[in-house]
C-alpha cells in the first residue's frame, strides 16, 4: 500500500482551515504519472495511521462483509458524546443494535405516507425564495442554503417534537446554536482526540441552548404519554411521543432525539440545495421536471405514492446524491485487527492488513466519481445507450444506467445504513415539487457553467464556499419579465 509520510495532524488541520479536503485529497491520490491510487496510508511512522479509500471492496469490507470489524471507535465517541450522547450515530456493539431496535418503527412506511408536515413549512420556504415581490427581479436574489438549513430545521423540529420553531421568518437562539455546533463539530471529528486541545467555550454555551430546547419536550411528554404494552403508534403524535412509548429513560431521549435532529436537518438541506444548484443552471431539466408535475397532479398537493412513481423527479435527486453525496468524507475505526481487500501489492490491487487503532477514512464522493466504474463510450454503444460524462449532472443515465454494488452509496450501506433515508428522500421530492408548481424559473447568479464544480466546503455535510445565489421567477410574472 502506498504510504504517504506526512503528519496526520497537520493534515487534517491543514484540510480543514483551507476547506481544501477534495483537492488535497485527489492530490494525495495522483501518483507521478498522473494516475491514481484508490487506497493509500497516511503517516505510517506514528500512532495516528489513516488508511483513505475510495475502493469499492473496501467501503463494502468496512460497511459490510467485515462489519463486526470496524466501528465508530472510542476516538468518536469521546469527541462526541457531549452532543450525541449515546445516540445511534456515536455507538457500537449492543448499544448500537439497542438504538437502532429503539428507532427503526418510528421511520416505518405508515409515517412516511403523512406529507402533511411538509406543507406548512414549505409554504414559507417558497416565500422566503422569492424575495420580495415589492421589488423588480435583480433585487431578489436570495443565497438558497442557509434558507434550506431553516427550512429543514423547521420541518425536522415539527416531526420529531411537533413544535412549530419558524426560524425560516425570524432568526431563533437554537438555530443559531445549530449552525454553530454543526461547524463546530465538523472541526472536533478532524481533529478527534486533538480535539480536546481546541477552545469549548462559545461550543458549551450553544450545547446548552439544545439542552434547554429539548429538556422541557421530554418532562411534558414523559408526564402525558404513558407507556403500556400496545406500542402501536397513534396517528399524528411526533417522533418524541412515539419514541416515549418504547423508553422512559429521558437521557435516551435527549440522545436520540438530538441525532435524529442533526441527522434530519443537514443531509437533506444539502440534497435539496444541490438540486436546486444545477436546476438553476439547467434550464432544460427545469422545464422537463415541471412537465411531470403537470401530469402527474398539476397544481394539487403530491401524495406520498404518487411522488414514489415520479421517474425523472426520482432521476435528478439520485443523480444529486451521486455528485453532490450529502457526506463526502466518512471514518471508521479499526476495532480489531483486520484486512482490507484491495491496498496492498504493487498495483494496490491485492489485500493489506490494517492494525486495530488504524483510522478508515472512505471517500464517498470520490468512489461514486470514479470514471473508471462507468461504462465507456465503447460499451455504452455496444449496449446500444447514449453514454453520458460521469462528471456532468444529467439525470436521464438513470434511465440505462444500474450502478454496480458500492458505487453508489450516499446513505451509505450495511447494517448501518441511513435509518432516515426514506424520510429523507420523500422530504426532498415533496420540496422541489412544490417549489416547481409555483416557479417557473430559476436562475443561478455567478455559478459556474453546467460541467464544472463550485468551490466545496466540508464541515460534516457538503457545501459551498460562495453562496448559491438564485433567482426565483413565479409562473405568473415569467411572461412579464421576458417581455421586458
Known sequence: MARMPISGRHTFHWASRTHGDFKFWRNLMTRPDGSLRWTFEVNPSSKFRVVVTADPENVKAVLATRFSDFGKGADFHDVFESLFGEGIFSVDGQEWQAARKLMRPLFSKDRLVDTTVFEKHTQRLISALGGSRNFPPDNRVVDIQPILYDFTLDASVDYLVGYDMASIVKETEFSEAFDYLRHRVGVFMRAQHFSRFMSHKMYNQFLRVVEDFARPFIQQTLSTV?????????????????????????????????????????????????????????????????????????????????????????????????????????????????????????????????????RIIYSVMDTQRRVDLYPTPEECEAEKMPYYDPLHFVPERWEHWHPKPWTFFPFSGGPRICIGQQFAMTEAAYTVVRILQHYSQIKGLNAPPPGVDPDFTFDITLGTQQPMNCLFIAEDEDRAIDDS
Open 226 to 358: 404513558k407507556e403500556g404494552s400496545d406500542k402501536k403508534l397513534a396517528d399524528g403524535e411526533s417522533f418524541i411521543d412515539s419514541l416515549a412509548r418504547f423508553t422512559r429513560n429521558p437521557k435516551e431521549i435527549r440522545d436520540q432525539l438530538v441525532s435524529i435532529l442533526i441527522a434530519g436537518r443537514d443531509t437533506t438541506a444539502v440534497t435539496i440545495s444541490f438540486c436546486l444548484f444545477e436546476l438553476s443552471r439547467r434550464p432544460d431539466i427545469v422545464k422537463r421536471l415541471r412537465e411531470e408535475i403537470k401530469t402527474t397532479f398539476g397544481k394539487r398537493l403530491p401524495t406520498y405514492r404518487e411522488l414514489k412513481d415520479m421517474r425523472y423527479l426520482t432521476w435528478v435527486l439520485n443523480e444529486t446524491l451521486r455528485l453532490y453525496p450529502t457526506i463526502p468524507f466518512n471514518v471508521r475505526s479499526t476495532l480489531r485487527d483486520s484486512s482490507l481487500p484491495h491496498g496492498g501489492g504493487p498495483d494496490g490491487n491485492e489485500p493489506v492488513g490494517v492494525l486495530a487503532g488504524t
